[in-house]
C-alpha cells in the first residue's frame, strides 16, 4: 500500500475527498455525489461541478470494531449514512461523537479529517467526516 | 534609522477564524501518570485521533473564509506556520489551499520558527498585500505539539490554530495594522533535531534570555517606533506557553492584567505553539470593539518575536458572527484519560 500507482488512484478525487463536490444536471437539475460524466437521472452528459453545504443528517450508522488494514488504529468508529441537504445519501465515518450520542436524524456537518495512513512512509489521506454541528 | 515594519498600502484583516480540537486532558492526570504535583495549567487541547496540523489548518481556514465573504481563489498566498508538519517534505499548506478551493492560482508555502511560525507567515502576508502584489494572502499558525512522555513541557503541549486573511484596509476589514516590528536574535532555548521524535530544552534558559527578552524587546521596539505607552492598548496577547509567563511579561511592561485575561487561553487549552497568539488574538476580536487597540506579541524559540499593533474597525460587528467563535470550540470539550490520551497522540504500536 501506499505504493505510486495507488496515490494517482487517490490523488484524482481529492475535490470530492476534500470538499464535499458533487454534480449537477445541467438538463435536469439532479444533484448527485460524486459527480458522474452522465446524468443518472436523466442521461444528460452535460453535468457541472457542485459545492454540496455539507449540512446533513444521520439515516443509520453501525460501529465498525473489526476495521480493514489501515484503519485498525482508529477503532472503533461509526459509519453512517448520511442524507445531505440537498438530498444524497453518502456513506463517511463520523468524528468527535461517542457512539451513544449517535441518533437518528441526528445534524451533522462535514469536516475534513484524516482518513487513513499507509504505514510511515505512506501517503496521508484526508477527506470528509461528518460530526455534530459546532452551533 | 526605522525599525518599523510598514508596508507601501494600509493592510488589515479581511477575515479570521480559529480552531480548537475537543478533547481534553487535565493537568492533574498527567501528573497522576509520571508522579508530580503543582501544575503550570489547568487542562489542554488534544488532538482527535484523525487530526493534525493540516485538518487544524483547513477548519480555521473555513472559518476565515466564511468571516471574509471573498472567493477563495482571489488568494495569492497562502502560508502555513507549524512545527508539526505531517509531512517532513511535502508542503502542508497546499492541502489546506485545495481543501478550501484556493487552488492553483497561488503561492503556498509552510513557515517554521517554533512557536513563532504563525506570526512569521503574517508578516510575509502584510507585505505580499501592503506592497501591492496581492488582493489577498493568507497566514496560518496552527500545532498538534509535540512533549516528550514525563517532561514538563507534556503538561502544555496542545493542539489548535488559526487563520487570518489579510486585505487592504477597508471598510471590509475587522482590523487594521498599524505596524509590526519582529527582534530575533540566535538563542538555542529549545530545539529538536532531524528524525527526533521530542523536542529538547534547556530548562530554565527557556525564561530570562529567551522569551523575556524576545517578547519584552518586541515590545518595546514596537512602541518606541510607533510612539505608543501601554495605556494605548485595550488588548495585549503575548504567547503562551503556560498562565505565568505572559502574565509577568504584561506586568513588566506594565500592562494590566485585565487587558491580558481575554487573549490569554493557555490555561484550558495549553500551548498551541504556532497557533497560540493566534487564538489569543481570535478570542479578543470576537468580544473588541471598533476603535480598540491590541498589542500582539509572538515568541519562537530559537529565538525571536513579532509584534503588531492591530486597530479593531467597525466590520468586526456584523462579521464576527459568521463563523463559530473562538469560545464556541474552548467551551466543547470532552475529557479523556492518560490512556485514550496516549491513543490520540499516536504513542500505541500495533
Redesign the interface.
Given at each position: 500500500m501506499g505504493r505510486p500507482m495507488q496515490v494517482a488512484r487517490y490523488w484524482r478525487h481529492?475535490?470530492e475527498k476534500?470538499?464535499l463536490i458533487g454534480g449537477k444536471c445541467k438538463s435536469c437539475g439532479h444533484v448527485h455525489f460524486p459527480k458522474r460524466p452522465v446524468c443518472p437521472e436523466c442521461g444528460s452528459q452535460e453535468v457541472e461541478e457542485f459545492?454540496f453545504s455539507g449540512k446533513g443528517k444521520v439515516v443509520s450508522w453501525t460501529i465498525v470494531r473489526n476495521p480493514p488494514s489501515g484503519y485498525?488504529?482508529?477503532k472503533p468508529y461509526p459509519i453512517a449514512l448520511i442524507q445531505l441537504e440537498e438530498g444524497p445519501v453518502i456513506l463517511a465515518?463520523l468524528?468527535?461523537v461517542?457512539p451513544e450520542e449517535i441518533d437518528f436524524g441526528m445534524e451533522v456537518e462535514m469536516?475534513?479529517?484524516?482518513?487513513r495512513e499507509f504505514e510511515e512512509d505512506g501517503i496521508?489521506l484526508?477527506g470528509y467526516?461528518f460530526r455534530p454541528p459546532?452551533? | 534609522m526605522r525599525r518599523l515594519l510598514k508596508p507601501i498600502k494600509d493592510v488589515g484583516i479581511v477575515g479570521y477564524g480559529a480552531y480548537v480540537p475537543m478533547y481534553r486532558i487535565k493537568n492533574e492526570e498527567i501528573g497522576r501518570v509520571w508522579g508530580v504535583n503543582g501544575f503550570p495549567i489547568q487542562e489542554k487541547s488534544v488532538n482527535n485521533l484523525d487530526e493534525d496540523a493540516i485538518t487544524i489548518g483547513i477548519e480555521a481556514a473555513r472559518n476565515a473564509l466564511k468571516r471574509a465573504q471573498i472567493d477563495p481563489r482571489e488568494i495569492r498566498a497562502l502560508w502555513f506556520g507549524t512545527e508539526s508538519k505531517p509531512y517532513a517534505v511535502k508542503p502542508s499548506a497546499t492541502v489546506i489551499a485545495e481543501a478550501i478551493g484556493a487552488t492553483p492560482d497561488l503561492d503556498a508555502a509552510d513557515f517554521e520558527f517554533a512557536c513563532k511560525a504563525g506570526t512569521e507567515a503574517l508578516q510575509a502576508a502584510i507585505g505580499f498585500v501592503g506592497s501591492g502584489m496581492a488582493k489577498y494572502a493568507m497566514a496560518i499558525g496552527a500545532d498538534t505539539a509535540q512533549g516528550r512522555p514525563g517532561d514538563h513541557l507534556e503538561f502544555t503541549a496542545s493542539a489548535g490554530g488559526a487563520a487570518y486573511i489579510v486585505g487592504e484596509k477597508s471598510s471590509e476589514t475587522v482590523a487594521y495594522f498599524e505596524g509590526s516590528y519582529s527582534y530575533v536574535t540566535d538563542t538555542p532555548d529549545f530545539w529538536r533535531r532531524q528524525h527526533e521524535h521530542y523536542p529538547r530544552h534547556g530548562n530554565r534558559f527557556t525564561g530570562e534570555p529567551a522569551y523575556f527578552h524576545q517578547i519584552i524587546s518586541a515590545a518595546k521596539g514596537l512602541m518606541e517606533e510607533l510612539g505608543y505607552s501601554p495605556s494605548d492598548f485595550d488588548y495585549a496577547v503575548f504567547h503562551q506557553p503556560n498562565v505565568k509567563f505572559p502574565i509577568t511579561a504584561a506586568k513588566i511592561l506594565g500592562i494590566p492584567k485585565e487587558k491580558v485575561l481575554p487573549g490569554l487561553l493557555s490555561g484550558i487549552i495549553g500551548n498551541t505553539y504556532s497557533g497560540a497568539t493566534l487564538v489569543g488574538i481570535s478570542a479578543v476580536l470576537d468580544i473588541a470593539k471598533p476603535g480598540d487597540r491590541i498589542l500582539w506579541v509572538s515568541f519562537g524559540s530559537g529565538a525571536g518575536s513579532d509584534a503588531f499593533s492591530l486597530v479593531v474597525q467597525d466590520a468586526i460587528e456584523e462579521k464576527r458572527d459568521l463563523a463559530p467563535k473562538t469560545m464556541d470550540y474552548v467551551n466543547r470539550k470532552k475529557y479523556i484519560d492518560y490512556a485514550l490520551y496516549a491513543k490520540h497522540r499516536g504513542k500505541y504500536i500495533m
Open positions: 481529492f475535490k476534500y470538499r459545492q485498525e488504529y482508529y465515518q468524528t468527535d461517542d469536516v475534513t479529517r484524516k482518513v496521508i484526508y467526516k459546532i452551533k | -
